[in-house]
């Protein structure tokens, strides 16, 4: 898949098991609340989710990291993590 365009508040990381990933795009709201959609649209009709949600999730770490300014928008879009989003 061709990497997404980011900006410095929204980027996408892809999830999934297997071969079978599936992109999730995400838009920082403050250093602990996003929004995430697996539909770019669909950020603008969400509820926003505070990290801790995630905790459990083989991205908290990452995305937790890019909502508090460490990880870029770049360097995590396109990321592939194991989950089921």
């Not at 995430?36 to 649209?41: F, I, V």
């Amino acid at each position: 898949m061709e990497k997404f365009k980011t900006t410095e508040s929204v980027t996408m990381i892809m999830i999934g098991c297997g071969e079978k990933k599936y992109p999730w795009f995400m838009k920082k709201l403050d250093s602990t609340h996003l929004w995430m959609s697996n539909n770019l649209d669909g950020l603008n009709y969400v509820i926003p989710n505070h990290i801790a949600q995630y905790i459990d999730t083989t991205y908290y770490n990452e995305v937790r990291s890019w909502l508090k300014g460490g990880t870029t928008s770049e360097q995590l879009n396109g990321k592939e993590f194991f989950g089921i989003g």
